[in-house]
């Protein structure tokens, strides 16, 4: 796309531009920020003040999103060197819905400070150290190319000397967004040249290196400038030119407008004449710049206002995956700190109910400063800001994210992240999110063998609290006529509407359905060989989850799904109920056992001067299983089998399972072995016989 500078409504005499003399360019005047019209998108190129002058009808529109994220700090510095910033949160959200920020104010500002945005001044050029001009014909001087990174992509940065030999010339305007460039984004490592000339040989690496930094791109300029000039108060003063400062550092930021003008280094640009007698910079000399404090997010500076951030430190460049990866970001929100653009901007758009697009940029380098690795730049629609569903759901993507080990595809969870995202945030679309989500985790995980039931527990201990997070209630259907409705979702219940397949092994060729093996074993021993080999394994995580689920039984619980897949729906109360008091017994032990005797015969161990049914608290605990349905048996029979394990008195699982199959089937003795298990010293003959396991063992 060609562009072009508009001069349509401009006072500027753009004859008397032309015959500007060549070693000036003044940031003002030059047309070197591409935008397009707000109404008709058509492009333009134009200078600070005529992009200030009709802010309310341009918007931002730079290629390169390295270039694009330093003008909008260079903006955000006049507008805090202005002081037109708000003074607290209720003049912010005044400013957004004023829809802009003062912008006279902004012009006066730059008419009183023209001189200091000439960017080949002779004494004080813009963004550069005018100390380095008599190095300026040594061999120090490198061709202007080297300060373009974006060509740096896996490639080295400025110790390649391929484009020493007759490298070409950039235009002005290209070398000054790779000079903005370099003093946000710059990597450390080794410079060019030698130490002689330009001082220490090794850059220090810009603030934002290895950071991702988010801003506001709203419809207009004005627009982002009001989204983006959030409250601080430590507005400071601007460096318009490099100075020096005393020390080795790190050197203390003067406040916001300091802070978004660092220098990170120490650049002069050679200009000279072309053949065709415009201005181009061939050549540039590049020195170790200022060193800086590194964000404390207990005691934040000044400049770190657009850095994402989680609860502890600065996230990661390597968190965006994807140029669609907006999930960790989105995810931060939650967590940014109180004066960040992310924290102020979601506040305002909570209280005023509006909202804004955005854009995460990040920069990483390789180990040793090498190569650049990523550079990315990934939009964030206005929605997130306004639907907390939205960063619930990011925070458990980025949960599971971390929790499954392996290599996992790198656009893990961003299309399911979307259904939730396009959608109004209804309960149905929240369970549509987490179905998708399943699936596309089991489709993608990549774990090794050894870890495979590891990687699922994990991925189950996060999804064990995903649907309480985004509040999601499972709808049941309407029971038959006659019959009263059920207090929760069964098991069978939860699993008709959800993928339980991410919960089953992750190594390849897996799936939910039965294997052979499985169909080959009856249900008890499928359940009791799992259950054993978690304990022998020591899948902490599993068990955890089995007796949280005993706790709280809820049928979103993934570790329950885990243990009881494939079972068949005739189970789905039984299962879950054996093990996750398997796992109350088992706690603290390393190896699985299994003992001869019914729950309700080892029951009369407990207790201390009386036993059975002489100790009260075990006898109502007895009578009152006997009177409850079996879907509710787990809160009742939870304290007995936690006794039984410490005491390691052992019990029959298989009989447990299989009694509490025919638990509630009217014509089923399973009551009745229970009462004269417990109650009787020597139970019927025909008890013993309805349960043949029973025989030997009294």
């Excluded at 804004?356 to 380098?365: E, N, Q, T």
């Excluded at 299983?625 to 394990?645: E, F, N, S, W």
């Amino acid at each position: 796309m060609n562009q072009t500078y508009d001069d349509t409504n401009s006072t500027r005499d753009t004859a008397a531009e032309r015959r500007t003399p060549l070693n000036t360019y003044n940031l003002l005047d030059q047309p070197w920020i591409d935008c397009v019209h707000a109404a008709t998108g058509q492009p333009v190129a134009v200078g600070l003040a005529t992009a200030l002058a009709r802010a309310d009808e341009l918007a931002f529109a730079v290629a390169d999103p390295l270039v694009e994220s330093a003008i909008v700090r260079l903006v955000a510095a006049i507008g805090y060197a202005a002081g037109v910033q708000p003074a607290d949160q209720d003049a912010y959200h005044a400013q957004i819905r004023a829809g802009a920020p003062d912008l006279g104010a902004i012009r006066a500002y730059l008419d009183r400070h023209q001189d200091e945005f000439d960017l080949l001044h002779p004494t004080r050029p813009f963004g550069q150290d005018a100390t380095l001009w008599p190095a300026a014909g040594s061999i120090s001087a490198r061709p202007a190319v080297y300060l373009d990174m974006t060509a740096a992509i896996d490639r080295p940065l400025l110790v390649d000397y391929r484009h020493t030999v007759d490298a070409p010339a950039l235009p002005v305007r290209d070398a000054l967004h790779a000079l903005l460039a370099q003093n946000m984004w710059g990597p450390g490592g080794r410079l060019q040249g030698k130490a002689t000339d330009l001082g220490s040989n090794y850059g220090i690496p810009a603030p934002l290196t290895g950071r991702i930094v988010v801003y506001p791109l709203a419809a207009t300029l004005a627009q982002t400038l009001a989204w983006r000039l959030v409250p601080t108060d430590q507005p400071g003063d601007p460096t318009w030119t490099f100075t020096a400062r005393a020390g080795a550092g790190p050197h203390r930021i003067g406040g916001e407008a300091d802070a978004l003008t660092w220098y990170a280094r120490r650049v002069l640009l050679v200009p000279q004449d072309t053949s065709h007698g415009a201005m181009a910079v061939r050549r540039v000399l590049i020195g170790r710049g200022l060193s800086y404090r590194d964000l404390d997010v207990a005691a934040p500076t000044p400049g770190w206002a657009d850095v994402v951030t989680t609860a502890k430190k600065p996230l990661s460049g390597h968190a965006l995956r994807t140029a669609e990866d907006l999930v960790p970001v989105v995810a931060c929100v939650a967590t940014a700190l109180p004066q960040s653009f992310l924290a102020c901007a979601s506040a305002a758009a909570r209280h005023l109910g509006i909202s804004v697009p955005m854009v995460a940029v990040s920069l990483v380098a390789s180990r040793g400063e090498k190569k650049l690795e990523i550079a990315r730049r990934v939009p964030i629609p206005a929605s997130v800001l306004t639907n907390p569903a939205a960063v619930r759901a990011a925070q458990v993507v980025t949960a599971l994210r971390s929790s499954v080990r392996g290599r996992v595809e790198p656009g893990f969870g961003i299309a399911s992240y979307r259904v939730l995202l396009d959608s109004p945030g209804t309960t149905q679309d929240r369970a549509v999110f987490l179905n998708d989500l399943s699936r596309h985790a089991a489709a993608t995980t990549n774990a090794r063998p050894a870890h495979a039931v590891v990687t699922a527990a994990k991925g189950a201990r996060v999804w064990n609290t995903a649907a309480t997070t985004l509040e999601v209630t499972w709808p049941m259907p309407d029971p038959p006529h006659g019959e009263p409705a059920p207090d929760a979702p069964t098991l069978q219940d939860f699993a008709d509407r959800f993928d339980p397949s991410l919960f089953t092994s992750v190594t390849a060729g897996t799936t939910s359905s039965p294997t052979p093996r499985t169909l080959d074993r009856s249900p008890v021993e499928v359940l009791m060989s799992r259950l054993a080999g978690y304990v022998a394994r020591g899948n902490r995580a599993v068990l955890a989850g089995l007796r949280d689920y005993a706790a709280r039984p809820h049928a979103t619980c993934p570790a329950v799904l885990l243990a009881c897949r494939d079972l068949p729906a005739q189970y789905a109360t039984a299962a879950p109920t054996t093990a996750a008091l398997y796992a109350c017994w088992h706690q603290g032990k390393n190896q699985a056992t299994s003992g001869p005797a019914a729950l309700p015969r080892v029951a009369r161990t407990l207790g201390t001067t009386k036993r059975g049914p002489a100790h009260q608290p075990t006898r109502r605990s007895i009578d009152r299983a006997l009177r409850t349905r079996a879907r509710d048996l787990l809160p009742i029979l939870k304290p007995l089998v936690t006794q039984l394990g410490r005491a390691d008195v052992r019990l029959s699982w298989t009989d447990l399972f299989l009694d509490l199959v025919e638990w509630d089937i009217p014509v089923s003795l399973a009551r009745q072995r229970w009462a004269s298990l417990f109650y009787t010293a020597t139970p019927a003959p025909e008890i013993l016989a309805s349960h043949p396991r029973q025989k030997d063992n009294f």
